[in-house]
């Protein structure tokens, strides 16, 4: 099997009705060029993807000779139309039918509930997606993809298998309350939209979303919602509009995740036009970019050797996360890729210099001896399994609402209410509903779907076990840290903790042969250990009192080092305030790396909790000091 995806993206191609010339020329040389790079073996395309404003105004004339323009694409391509690819932007929609009270309609959306509320009503959906119609119709008798739209009528996805490659694809609508005048900052996906498009995918080995306008046009709400969902799922997110080359950047480091703009493809012929070609190759852990632009002084698309510093004969490679390479990856280089994206991003749009990458904080020397005699204890949260992407724990009881939806568990007036609690973040309240309503079989399958770690590699976690801790606690359900331990480790579970009390914490800890992995609120892997409702966390902590004394012989004896977790938990803020209660200044000092919280937070941690925070700097919303942190701790820092 050869583990290589590329494909060729365009995007705001802009066909009008009349019969254009300038635009002929343009669009004749882009065939040509395309075609000439796959005939020299320079590029093999499995796809073609189209971000938008396929048409100027959303006319039937317009799709007409879109649609003879991408049928020659196919052609050249020598790829079917099932697998091009589109979704709409704004000149898509048809603006004679756009009333003064839609024009006006996205200023009442100011909140996620509203707009959940109208993506679940796909009748009240049709009276916005109307607007779409001749595009609709264009797509239906285009592409065989287009059959297959998610409830709302707004998002579809496909799988693809190239060559045993497991590709996943979702288009997402981010024009269906745009139009005309409705620009940057008024633009609304919808958070509903989104989840459900992913939910309705499995686990692609690569996952690529496309829509027309980069999360950062949407309104404030939506965009928070919007780009944490797709970062947290897709590997790229590919989008149009901005009519800029290339904007080629990295998202976040932790999730990888690389956002690509096409540029526009044609509006006018004298214009900035452009289009790119990436390649994946999943065996060498490299992306290869090729970009492209228009000379008219030629009449020819050429290679672009200006627009980027670090891609001088227009093309640019970039390495692969983990994850998707299999790869051992030092935050060197994650952070030299961040960097040189960030760079050519920020040269060529902003023409100032990036920001310096931050420096790791200093690591107490305390820590380190704690660690190196074997008295230092990972306790590892949700944080820690980010890199893989994995569903966080409101991501995953939102995903577990959606179902109850779909399987008709829900009685009439919940799913408001549902969506109140979601806004809320009163996830212990939602968590024993949705099993109570699924029951134990299906919790416990959508839980494994979810979070069947087996499929997914994290970088944290690699590193993390490479750090010689004497044991780990974790409040996660997935299994990352025993695979990474492999057969040492030892599962303890919350029925194990109880048997064993304060005396077993000793036998444990002087196995030299075995790796405790305490798991405080069990494993998805075992239904009937899971932790989720308040009674669950009073039954543990007043009516079995060895789990208390295994946890508070744990945390006393030892040195525990925080590594992405919150502090929200209320089952271990209680063990913590419990032995700082009863041995305050009588057991050693535990550490936290985090985002710098802030002078009072620190205090607050260390006078309350009886931690140290080692805090560190963001860059680019990259948590990249904190793997750098771990990469000092386990000796592998170049």
Request: glycine residues 6%; proline residues 6%.
């Amino acid at each position: 099997m050869k583990n290589t995806f590329s494909w060729f993206h365009l995007s705001d191609l802009h066909f009008r009705a009349d019969e254009d010339y300038d635009r002929k020329v343009v669009f004749d040389s882009l065939l040509e060029d395309i075609s000439n790079q796959i005939k020299d073996n320079i590029f093999s395309p499995n796809a073609v993807f189209i971000t938008g404003d396929i048409a100027f105004s959303g006319q039937p004339r317009q799709y007409e000779l879109a649609s003879q323009f991408l049928r020659s694409l196919s052609d050249v391509t020598k790829l079917p139309l099932s697998n091009v690819f589109c979704v709409p932007g704004n000149h898509d929609v048809d603006w004679g039918s756009i009333t003064p009270f839609f024009k006006t309609a996205t200023n009442v959306f100011t909140e996620r509930k509203l707009l959940s509320q109208l993506i679940g009503s796909p009748s009240e959906v049709s009276l916005f997606t109307q607007r779409h119609q001749h595009y609709n119709k264009f797509i239906k008798s285009t592409f065989p993809w287009a059959e297959i739209f998610g409830k709302s009528g707004l998002s579809y996805t496909q799988e693809l298998d190239i060559g045993g490659l497991k590709i996943g694809v979702v288009g997402l609508n981010s024009s269906w309350l745009a139009g005309p005048g409705i620009e940057k900052g008024q633009i609304v996906v919808g958070e509903r939209q989104v989840r459900e498009a992913l939910d309705s995918i499995s686990h692609p080995q690569l996952l690529i979303s496309l829509l027309h306008h980069p999360p950062t046009y949407l309104k404030e709400f939506d965009e928070s919602d919007v780009k944490n969902l797709l970062e947290q799922r897709c590997d790229f997110i590919l989008h149009g509009h901005v009519h800029e080359l290339g904007a080629l950047s990295v998202a976040s480091p932790d999730s990888a995740v690389f956002y690509m703009a096409a540029g526009a493809s044609y509006t006018e012929r004298t214009e900035i036009l452009s289009y790119n070609s990436v390649s994946v190759d999943l065996d060498s852990g490299q992306a290869n970019v090729h970009l492209r632009t228009y000379s008219d002084r030629i009449s020819k698309w050429t290679a672009d050797v200006a627009t980027y510093s670090s891609a001088p004969e227009g093309q640019f490679s970039f390495q692969l996360p983990e994850r998707l390479s299999k790869r051992p990856q030092s935050e060197t280089s994650v952070l030299k890729t961040a960097r040189d994206l960030s760079l050519s991003r920020t040269v060529a749009v902003a023409d100032r210099p990036p920001e310096p990458e931050p420096e790791p904080p200093a690591i107490p020397v305390a820590l380190v001896n704690s660690i190196n005699s074997k008295k230092c204890i990972l306790f590892a949260g949700a944080g820690a399994s980010v890199d893989a992407k994995l569903p966080t724990w409101s991501q995953l009881i939102a995903d577990l609402v959606d179902n109850l939806s779909q399987v008709g568990a829900l009685e009439e007036g919940e799913s408001e209410e549902l969506e109140n609690l979601i806004e809320n973040n009163d996830l212990l309240v939602l968590a024993p509903f949705c099993l109570e309503r699924l029951g134990n079989f299906e919790f416990a399958r959508l839980l494994k779907e979810k979070l069947d770690d087996t499929k997914y590699v994290s970088r944290t976690h690699r590193i993390l076990a490479q750090i010689p801790f004497r044991a780990a606690v974790t409040t996660n359900f997935d299994t990352f840290i025993e695979h990474t331990r492999k057969e040492r480790s030892r599962i303890i579970l919350p029925t194990t903790m109880e048997k064993l009390g304060a005396p077993g914490v000793e036998q444990l800890l002087n196995d030299p042969n075995v790796f405790p992995v305490i798991k405080m609120h069990g494993s998805y892997e075992d239904i009937d250990s899971l932790i989720l409702t308040h009674s669950d966390f009073r039954k543990l902590l007043f009516q079995r009192p060895k789990y208390r004394e295994f946890l508070r012989r744990l945390f006393t004896d030892s040195t525990l080092f925080f590594y992405g977790y919150s502090f929200t938990d209320p089952n271990v803020d209680f063990v913590l305030q419990e032995i700082m209660s009863l041995y305050e200044g009588m057991s050693p000092p535990h550490y936290a790396v985090m985002p710098d919280p802030g002078k009072i937070k620190r205090q607050f941690l260390f006078r309350n909790y009886n931690i140290r925070v080692i805090p560190y700097k963001l860059w680019h919303d990259s948590h990249s000091a904190a793997y750098r942190i771990l990469e000092l701790l386990s000796g592998n820092n170049k």
